[in-house]
């Protein structure tokens, strides 16, 4: 084979090879715009991210269930629940999967200080979802909180609230 | 043997190519996902209210040099189970029965047996209160 023959043929393969590369690239990436995409249509597009706006927790009508915790530990999870519901402003789902409970407040001070009444540990785990735009049904999270054992008899039938954090992801449409 | 290296050569960037495309055909399309947190907010619990306990019954059992009183009422649950202790009382006194006479300062059972009760002529009355720790519940209905 001359030299001009042989760089005829490798100009032909590169150019061979290049075109099968490119039709397999168009093939191929074709599939993965049709995984991501669905709809059609001509035009031009504008996309912007939407600013999450903060969810915020509103407590609920407890069931009296606290009482000071025996040395060797609640028998059940009832006691200490916490209710409550929370809001999601956002155009998207958001599943809350931790709970962080911060300072107690007694509803009566005076009778049972809220130093009576600590977060339990461990801390409890929650999996709640919530629609867009919506509030949560009411949210029972069991053995949230403790009573310390030398609370005073005036911490009998006093309702507590705790700060509650929730975090957690939006949700993939 | 020149054409034959071009040709390997080309063979074997079209298999890589189609290696990585089609890697990237088969990915799942990304998406993304926001982290969400709440503000810090309220979330309410409640202490429960000790009641009285109920069924007070009361048994007096006379012997020849004795006289004895035998107290029962029924268990004061809390969350399903019995509170630990119980106080009685001599109706209408408040006073704690002493150990002396049967009823120890906190019964952890819900009976117990005065055994002081030396007058026969009298009426003894006696109250019972459940007990949890610093917590004293309303006193059960007096019963002689």
């Known amino acids: 084979m001359t030299t001009t023959t042989l760089r005829r043929f490798r100009h032909t393969a590169r150019r061979r090879l290049l075109v099968v590369v490119a039709a397999a690239a168009v093939l191929l990436g074709g599939g993965v715009a049709w995984a991501a995409w669905t709809a059609t249509g001509t035009g031009t597009a504008a996309a912007q991210a939407v600013t999450a706006t903060v969810a915020a927790v509103t407590p609920g009508t407890p069931t009296a269930s606290l009482y000071p915790r025996p040395t060797a530990g609640y028998p059940t999870t009832g006691p200490g629940s916490i209710v409550f519901t929370v809001n999601n402003p ?4 958001v599943t809350y999967n931790a709970i962080a409970l911060g300072a107690v407040t007694s509803g009566n001070e005076g009778a049972c200080p809220a130093v009576n009444v600590v977060p339990a540990t461990p801390t409890p785990t929650v999996s709640i979802t ?10 029972t999270v069991p053995a949230a909180l403790s009573m310390l054992q ?15 954090t929730l975090t957690g992801t939006s949700v993939p449409a | 043997m020149e054409v034959t290296r071009v040709v390997r050569r080309g063979l074997t960037s079209l298999a890589v190519a189609v290696v990585v495309l089609g890697g990237l055909a088969t990915t799942p399309p990304a998406r993304a996902a926001w982290s969400a947190a709440t503000t810090p907010g309220p979330a309410a619990s409640a202490s429960v209210t000790l009641t009285a306990p109920t069924g007070l019954t009361v048994a007096r059992n006379n012997g020849v040099l004795s006289s004895t ?5 029924n268990a004061v649950l809390v969350d399903g189970t019995p509170v630990p202790g119980y106080r009685v009382v001599l109706g209408g006194s408040g006073v704690t029965l002493p150990t002396t006479r049967g009823c120890t300062t906190t019964v952890t059972t819900t009976s117990c047996t005065d055994v002081f009760a030396l007058n026969l002529l009298a009426q003894y009355t006696y109250e019972v209160r459940a007990v949890v720790n610093n917590w004293t519940g309303p006193p059960s209905t007096g019963s002689a």
């Not at chain 1, 030398?150 to 509650?164: I, L, M, R």
């Open chain 1, 90 to 93: 956002n155009p998207y789902s």
């Open chain 1, 130 to 139: 919530v629609a867009p735009n919506a509030t949560s049904t009411l949210q």
């Open chain 1, 150 to 164: 030398s609370a005073p008899n005036g911490c009998q039938g006093v309702t507590f609230t705790v700060a509650v």
């Open chain 2, 69 to 73: 009183v035998t107290v029962s009422w």
